[in-house]
């Protein structure tokens, strides 16, 4: 007898090997799941999130969720104040919600938006360790505007993804929108929004437009990317990632 409980999760990624459960520990799901053991007896509560964050990246809020026992006494303010109070500063819980049974935070999410934070300047400024990515070179944010226009839509994106050791059946996704905001020689973001996210997608589609920006690639150059490999010629792949420390998980659409 058990109760679904919605969370929204929100955490600093540079003590953790990222949001999934891995052998050695030391991820931001085993974090959760130590809190909820504690609550419970030390019964574990396994707890599902929206899909993977890597290692160093953030989440503003990440979505989760967990099957509490109905026989627990605590209400949505206890359950958040009690998490809180097992976690390591690093993680926190924003937001704890009742669920319907058949809510999934996975496969009931219909698209996420992340941010990229970009600092554009000779020098990073210490507060921003481990927060944004240092780009000394001159940005032309014209170039890079452009360039993210031919993005996105709907493409095959399989050029845009890293190798998690399984290929990917499908590379289609849908970008909605990337907008950027900002200014050369100072702080610049980068929003996705998009229907679902491939392997390291936002890394690389972040990187191989600071190529671009930098005038080190062409507009073109991606557009070759976005196209299909011929039969039996291997694909084409970017190589140019974005550090995870610039990457923030900013919100899970349903």
Known sequence: MTRRLR???AYDGRPFCGWQSQAGKGSV???LEAAFATLNGGVRIPVHGSGRTDSGVHALAQSAHADVPRTS???LPGWLAALNAHLPPEVRVTRC???APEFHARFAARGKRYIYRIWNSPVLPPLEI???WLVPHPLDLTRLRAAAELLTGTHDFGGFAANRGVPCPDTVRTIHKIDLKGRPGGLITLTFEGDGFLYKMVRLLTGSLVRVAINRAEPEW????LEPPQPGAPRVKTS?????EGLYLARVFY
């Open 7 to 9: 969370l929204t999760v």
């Open 29 to 31: 799901q085993d974090a």
């Open 73 to 75: 006494r605590l209400t």
């Open 97 to 99: 919600q009742w669920a």
């Open 130 to 132: 481990g927060r944004a």
């Open 222 to 225: 991606l557009t070759g990317l």
């Open 240 to 244: 140019f990632a974005a550090p995870a």
